[in-house]
Structures are given as structure tokens and as C-alpha cells.
């Protein structure tokens, strides 16, 4: 690496990794700053794994480049899994021994020193309010406690850089607000990064500082949580009466508006309806209220709904796949 590229994790330009006719990862190219919690966000088989494994040198691209912690992926593997922690799909953990057992195993395999270990497994147990149980076995352990011991286990070598492949999979909610937050506050303290994969879409936009979207192995959005929205148009629902079809249609041609549908009513007997307008960045849902009570509608309330970085995955899955048809049916030449 060069010096520019001090401040930089993980660095991957135009990374591939094809399975048969199947490209897992295509075209990746990232920039993982030092410090932060990057999201690396997509659907079930969207590449995330395999992007983990083309990281830590367990699998070798097809084609493109990477490099973490300043080594390259195809010849500094060895120095990549010395320094990063990680956290797959499997924890690794030994169910028949204690935590204090699984800890004290994997601090020696670390070459944490005896002094040093004792202390550093009681402050982390402590962090994720295992000290408790410290005595357990792992088979005896709920999902969540066995899922925050293998949290530990990740952070106990003090890496600078944590590979997290969906942390709270398969958690209750409470248990994966715990785990987050814990995790959240244990990253900032240590100054680690983290490169965390999730399908969960709150999770992202909850821990992350900035998030890649992706599917089927392909970057669609990457950007802080605020950035994937701020350039994207905002919602606002129009509630009242005597709204039709029509004044939908109009209030959609107005500048100040890039889409605008009407919503039936909901309950019958209610004869309110809503018309859902999506307004460009930076403009507001005047120009379409004093459209539609200049049309004699009755405007009796505006909400805006802010979307959701699900509803901008949604549409980023939607616009993709419309682009993906487009070029399906494209003549070859
Ligand atoms: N070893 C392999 N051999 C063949 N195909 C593979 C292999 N590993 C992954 N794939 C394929 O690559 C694609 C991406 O898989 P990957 O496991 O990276 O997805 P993921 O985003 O982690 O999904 P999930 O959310 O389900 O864990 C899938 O189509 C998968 O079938
Ligand atoms: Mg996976």
C-alpha cells in the first residue's frame, strides 16, 4: 500500500469471484476506512461470505484486487487471519467446555500472555455480561449468550480489523439490540474496524457508518446511511378527501415531484384516502397541497414517512432488476 493509503482497512478494486456460471462477487470495488463499522448489506446469496473468505485469503478471486491491513489477499493470507479477528457463520466454539475454557484455549492459540489474558477475558465477559456465567458449558448456553461468547472470542487478540458475517443471525430482537449495542461500544473503545455482513436492513443503518448494498455480488448503492438517503426523494403521504385519480396524475407532474399515487381507502366506510407522493431531494409537499385544494380536495393531514433504508434497498433491487430486463431483451448483436 501506499502511503495515501494509511487510513484504509480494506481496499478491494474490481474483485471477482465466479462459481461455475455463478459470479458470487462482481466487479467489487470498496474502500473500508481505519475506524469505522462498514456495513456490507444484501439478500440471501448476495456474495457477502464469499467476499469475507476473498478478504481473508480463504478463497482466490477470479479476478480484480484486495488488500487488508496493506496486504495483498493472494500473498499476505497468513499475516491477514494473524491480525484480523473474525466471526462466520460457524462460531467455532467448544460446546462441551466452560467460556472460561473456550477463552482460555483460544487467548493461548493468540499468544496472549498468561497475566495479560486473565484480565483481558474477565473485561470482555464483563462487556457482554458474561462474567457470570464464565463457568457454563457452551452447550448449556442460549443462542444469544453462545453468539456474544463467540464475540469475545473474536475480540480477544486485540485485532484491528473484525470480520463479523451476520452477528445476530438467528437472535431474538432483544438479544440482537444487546449484542449490537455491545458490539457498537466495544468497537469504539478498541478502535477496531469492522466489516460486518447483514440482511438486516435496521442493523445497518443502526451500527453502520457507511454501507455497501449489494446483490448478486454487484455494488448497487455504498455510502453513509444518511448519503443513501439524502440523494433520494422523500415521502410524504397526502391524507384527506376528494382525491381522485386524476389530481394523483397531476400532482405527479409537478416539478417539485418525482412520483405520486393514490392510496384507496383502507376501511370501508372511511372515505378518506391518501395520495403518497415521493418529492425530489430537497423540496417540499406545498406545491402539491395547494394543487389539490385548489382542486377542491380537502386536505386534512401530511405526514411525511421517512423511507427506509429498506424501502431504498427495495427500490434498488427493483431499478436493477428492471435494468437487468432492459438488457435481457436488448438485441445481441
Ligand atoms: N463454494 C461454493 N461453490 C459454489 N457456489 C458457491 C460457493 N460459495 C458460494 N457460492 C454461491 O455464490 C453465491 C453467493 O454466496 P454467499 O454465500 O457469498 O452469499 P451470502 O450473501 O453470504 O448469502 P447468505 O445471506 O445466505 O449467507 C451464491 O449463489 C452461492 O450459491
Ligand atoms: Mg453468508
Given at each position: ?26 466487479d467489487l470495488t470498496i474502500d ?69 475454557q473456550n477463552l482460555d484455549y ?226 445481441s448483436p
Open positions: 500500500m501506499t502511503r495515501a493509503d494509511a487510513g484504509i482497512a480494506i481496499r478491494t478494486a474490481g474483485l471477482s469471484r465466479e462459481f461455475g456460471s455463478v459470479r458470487a462477487v462482481d473500508v476506512s481505519a475506524g469505522t463499522i462498514y456495513g456490507f448489506l444484501g439478500p440471501n446469496g448476495a456474495g457477502k461470505t464469499t467476499t469475507i473468505r476473498l478478504l481473508l485469503g480463504l478463497l482466490e478471486p477470479s479476478a480484480g484486487e484486495a488488500s487488508v491491513l496493506g496486504q495483498d489477499v493472494r500473498k499476505g493470507s497468513q499475516a491477514i487471519r494473524e491480525q484480523a479477528g473474525v466471526l462466520l457463520e460457524s462460531d467455532g466454539l467448544y460446546t462441551r467446555l466452560t467460556a472460561m483460544f487467548g493461548r492459540i493468540a499468544r496472549l500472555p498468561t497475566s495479560d489474558r486473565e484480565g483481558r477475558i474477565r473485561d470482555l465477559l464483563t462487556a457482554m455480561d458474561l462474567w457470570d456465567r464464565r463457568d457454563g458449558r457452551v452447550a448449556d448456553f442460549s443462542k444469544g449468550m453462545r453468539q456474544k461468547l463467540a464475540l469475545v472470542r473474536a475480540f480477544l487478540s486485540r485485532p484491528k480489523l473484525l470480520f463479523l458475517d451476520e452477528p445476530t443471525s438467528g437472535l431474538d430482537t432483544p438479544s440482537a439490540v444487546a449484542l449490537r449495542r455491545q458490539l457498537v461500544t466495544l468497537a469504539r473503545d478498541e478502535g477496531v474496524t469492522v466489516f460486518l455482513t447483514t440482511h438486516n436492513l435496521l442493523e445497518a443503518e443502526k451500527v453502520c457508518d457507511r454501507v455497501a448494498v449489494i446483490r448478486r455480488g454487484s455494488l448497487l448503492a455504498e455510502g453513509s446511511p444518511r448519503e443513501i438517503h439524502g440523494g433520494r426523494a422523500r415521502r410524504v403521504a397526502i391524507g384527506g378527501t376528494g382525491f381522485t385519480a386524476d389530481l394523483a396524475a397531476r400532482v405527479a407532474r409537478l416539478p417539485a415531484v418525482e412520483t405520486a399515487t393514490l392510496e384507496p381507502a383502507r376501511d370501508t366506510g372511511r372515505d378518506q384516502t391518501r395520495i403518497l407522493v415521493d418529492l425530489e431531494p430537497g423540496t417540499d409537499a406545498s406545491s402539491s397541497v395547494r394543487l389539490l385544494v385548489e382542486a377542491g380536495a380537502e386536505v386534512a393531514s401530511v405526514e411525511t414517512a421517512r423511507e427506509s433504508l429498506e424501502d431504498i434497498f427495495l427500490k434498488l433491487v427493483e431499478e436493477e432488476e428492471a435494468e437487468a430486463e432492459l438488457e435481457a431483451t436488448e438485441p
